[in-house]
């Protein structure tokens, strides 16, 4: 076993968008330089937060009946397949019209996290009370009213706050059928026509997005169903106008705080009713702009050729920073994009780092840069720390620097440089690792972040090996 050691102050970190220079060496004692190339990996890697995700869902009817729990075999299958991640939506029937949420209830959602998290696997999670049968879904629909939703938020934010670790992202919820805030008895005046909101209608739901994001810890996310969902939540208008800007993104404000899922992507020119917006373009230029910087995700509903097809939807997936997808719906839309067609949406779902080059200089002035390049779609929507790991056989000293892996955008090289001022003399291998930032998962490999390069992944360890040692003198 290693003696880990942890320096706080020790690194100087600059990020830069640039490339490293030619490698140097210099002769007897004096500083010497080298640097080492990477070669890209064309592998689907199986990373947190990102890519193809399993939807599951679980109830629990008046009875106590109906609650399916997570199964570690089945989610340790999914991480064999490459996914890492599931959409988890909690049916709760059973209270719908109580405001107590039961402890034998609260236990089960314990469980599923703890199994996930065992499992290495996230939980995108949504609650919610009712699901829909078969179309056109007519009033009463059976959700519940603004306080029993407020009450429920409320006695689920310490379980929240104890799995943030496994959720990546909280979906809103709640409202309406499946949870997705359209077809509602409580949240639309008129249920027979919930596509007309008044302004009390509004306040209601924004009292629910507020009571999440209060919910949550700050650096954790929601996302809502349609873009007029967050213009309303906030009062902001359509269009670039209305988008989080560069200087707001990971501000801790509501803004940078609300994200996207889409659950009919491609299915038709506005996608049944997930672009609101007179024109559309109002909408779809307000995505663009801001899932850059907040979660975006979801599944496809129905065939829409041409525009489901791969070359459209990968188009589109690249100018919304999708993060994730759902594989298990729907197929008839995935089996049109053929088998690369889905390996290149798994490749590219969210971000994907390659390593294209390190220099280390060893000496009194040692220091390590490491330059690499997101290849993927989106960047990460959760802070994500970056850090080097020094071995030497006998210690391992990591590093941390100033630098957050989520601050990498899609089609940008990145620098990464650090001081090794603190670290011990002598010859250390070197390694670039970026965990999870939760004490809890923290050391566990399968929420790791392995970069897309050949011969460079440690899984026992977690860490990307840079193939460099670097000596450090005094």
Known sequence: MLHRTILTVAAATVIALAVPTTAAASPGGHPSTSTVRYTASDAVIANPSRGFDHTTETHYRADGTGYTPLDATTLAGYRDEGVTQIVRVFYMEAFVDQWHLSRAWLRLVQHDYDTARDAGIGVITRFAYV??????????????????????????????RRNTDVIPTLQQGFIGL?????????????????????????TA??????AELRALPSSRSIQVRTMQMKQDALRTPSGTAGALTPAQAHDGSAAARI???????????????????????????????ESRYVPVGGETCAVNAPR????????????YHYSYLNLDYNRDVL???????????AKKLGYRFTMTSSTVTSGRSAAVSVTLRNDGWAAPYNTRPVDLVLTDGRRAVT??????????????????????????????HVALALP???????????????????????????????????????
């Not at 739901?205 to 507020?210: F, K, L, T």
């Not at 089996?335 to 949406?345: F, I, M, P």
């Not at 399968?446 to 000596?471: C, K, M, P, S």
Request: charged share 25%; aromatic share 10%; net charge negative.
């Open 308 to 319: 489901s097809e791969y070359p459209s939807a990968s188009a589109e997936m690249a100018r």
């Open 436 to 474: 999870a930032p939760e004490r809890t998962i923290a050391d566990d490999p399968a929420f790791a972040i392995r970069t897309a390069n050949v011969g460079t992944w440690d899984a026992r360890t977690g860490v990307n090996r840079l193939g460099q040692t670097v000596t450090v003198r005094r």
């Open 205 to 210: 739901r924004r009292q629910v997005v507020r």
């Open 399 to 428: 590093v941390p620097t100033r630098a957050d892996a989520r601050d990498w955008q899609p089609g940008r090289s990145v620098t990464v440089s650090a001081s090794l001022r603190g670290v011990p003399r002598g010859t250390w």
């Open 131 to 160: 699901q829909g049968g078969d179309y056109p879904y007519t009033a009463p629909y059976g959700d519940a009213d603004l306080p029993t939703v407020l009450a429920h938020i409320e006695q689920l934010t310490p379980t929240l």
């Open 259 to 289: 994200g996207h899922h889409n659950d009919c992507f491609l299915a038709s020119p506005d996608d049944f009713g997930t672009f609101l917006s007179d024109p559309l373009s109002l909408d779809q230029d307000y995505l663009a702009a």
């Open 335 to 345: 089996a049109t994009w053929g088998a690369e067609g889905v390996r290149d949406a």
């Open 178 to 202: 499946w949870g997705e805030g359209y077809y509602t008895d409580h949240f639309a005046s008129d249920p027979a026509n919930p596509g007309v909101l008044t302004e009390a209608d509004k």
